[in-house]
């Protein structure tokens, strides 16, 4: 299954890092530079986004992925591995990728997203588990999460998100208002986290303040984030409160928008694994 690895070609430092990583894994990949949206014109940006409600961070990651998305249309690829230079994978992503996936009734399949949407949080159907690999199991969500850091997206379902790619009217990562309901999935537990340079030269720092740059590098950040806003007790009211799009046994999704570093992958993914 062919890699592709969105990133800015200034980001020298989130290049080597993941360029590191996927060597010590063994994981061939394609680097595609990343379309800083700051330095669009403004009549650009104004033909591609009328309503002009996003900003440069949001429009060039948009761009980003929907140009894979027609590479992958242009090559007939039956499905690839997307990753942003800031994601870190577990060891058992390599089988995945070698082996390609086993079912392909998806249209985006997640290795590790947020835990919510724009819809609301999201959950997956533990009643319903697929193989995607020899190691890996995934299940249907209950709508679309924030955070394209490590997914697998099928032909078909690139197809579909090309059709309706243009004009744009929310960030890539917002499934809600598509002219049609996407088929998504995730693997349980996730495999992909992000490493503390996630912050750093990427497209969407460029919405950060400096207080939320310096803070997001470290490990406690998202923890304390997500206890501070009592999240999982939020969880488990919007538990009762969703409408699910089939009946199923619901449940909470996991984030994996966490700082995890290289040397720690293995042992904090294979303690979700034992969960």
Not at 63 to 73: A, F, G, P, T, V
Not at 202 to 208: D, I, Q, R
Not at 240 to 247: G, N, S, Y
Request: glycine residues 4%; positive net charge; hydrophobic residues 40%.
């Amino acid at each position: 299954m062919p890699v592709f690895v969105v990133s800015l070609k200034t980001a020298t430092d989130r290049r080597a890092a993941l360029k590191s990583h996927l060597d010590d894994l063994g994981i061939r990949f394609e680097w595609f530079d990343a379309i800083r949206g700051d330095q669009l014109s403004l009549p650009y940006r104004q033909q591609v986004n009328p309503v002009g409600n996003m900003s440069p961070g949001q429009l060039g990651c948009y761009l980003s992925h929907i140009h894979i998305y027609e590479q992958i249309i242009a090559q007939a690829l039956p499905v690839a591995l997307i990753l942003e230079d800031d994601a870190v994978l577990h060891p058992s992503v390599k089988n995945l990728i070698e082996t390609g996936c086993l079912n392909l009734d998806f249209d985006y399949c997640f290795l590790g997203s947020d835990d919510c949407g724009d819809a609301g949080y999201v959950y997956y159907d533990a009643a319903k588990p697929s193989r995607l690999s020899t190691q890996h199991m995934a299940f249907p969500l209950s709508s679309g999460p924030f955070c394209l850091h490590a997914y697998c997206i099928t032909l078909e379902g690139a197809k579909k998100r090309v059709a309706c790619a243009y004009p744009l009217r929310r960030p890539i990562d917002h499934y809600h208002d598509l002219p049609y309901r996407p088929r998504m999935m995730t693997v349980v537990p996730m495999v992909a986290f992000v490493n503390e340079l996630s912050a750093v030269q990427s497209m969407s720092s460029l919405n950060w303040s400096g207080l939320q740059t310096r803070a997001r590098k470290y490990r406690w950040y998202y923890p304390l984030r997500d206890l501070l806003k009592l999240k999982f007790v939020r969880k488990l009211i919007a538990l009762q409160r969703t409408p699910f799009p089939h009946p199923g046994q619901w449940r909470a999704l996991e984030s994996a928008f966490k700082v995890v570093r290289k040397s720690r992958l293995k042992n904090v993914a294979d303690a979700n694994w034992r969960k």
